[in-house]
């Protein structure tokens, strides 16, 4: 998923807490085979849990739908829902985005989070005075670059790694980073 975009660039949100009420698990691209079933790009760090019977929810309505299968395939997984018995029945549900919500998301082990959660943050200095705002979050190849919005609308790149991320604080909402040299150019 290497893009500009944050936890779940198709989630639906909850503005007020910044925590999604859906968090998007797949794309569905296109029929295979005559009996239903789907190719399904995934889009969750944790596809093991995508199986038969588990109930997700389809489209931007999210309409509740039951998995009679699931299967690796290639870089993505085969999914067959109950219900979806034919090419055209799978057909219509072409370029549909699948969710969970977020009250199924697993827990992450201490010290890690999602980004959703990261996002909001107020981020200031090893001097604790403000920098900004987390509003986004760029998945790179080699790490996350998190982008801080500065009051004037400016925007800083940080590099996500332990010598510039130094504490999250998500009780007090609040990430507290080391700027390193050249890193930020005038940023007062």
Request: net charge negative.
């Amino acid at each position: 998923m290497p893009s500009r975009k944050s936890s779940s660039s198709a989630g639906s949100g909850s503005p007020s807490t910044g925590e999604p009420d859906y968090l998007a698990i797949g794309h569905l691209r296109r029929p295979h085979g005559v009996h239903g079933e789907m190719v399904m790009e995934v889009l969750t760090d944790f596809p093991e849990r995508i199986k038969k019977g588990i109930k997700v929810f389809v489209g931007e309505t999210h309409d509740v739908m039951t998995l009679d299968g699931a299967r690796f395939h290639n870089e993505g997984m085969i999914i067959k829902f109950l219900d979806v018995n034919t090419p055209e029945d799978a057909g219509r549900l072409r370029n549909l985005w699948v969710y969970v919500t977020s009250a199924d998301r697993p827990p992450l082990p201490e010290g890690r989070y999602y980004f959703h959660e990261l996002i909001g943050l107020q981020v200031v200095d090893e001097k604790n005075e403000l920098i900004g705002g987390l509003t986004e979050i760029i998945e790179t190849g080699a790490n996350n670059v998190y982008v801080v919005t500065r009051p004037d609308g400016r925007e800083v790149l940080l590099p996500a790694i332990p010598s510039v991320i130094l504490e999250v604080e998500m009780s007090r909402r609040l990430m507290r980073v080391h700027l390193l040299d050249g890193l930020v150019d005038n940023i007062d």
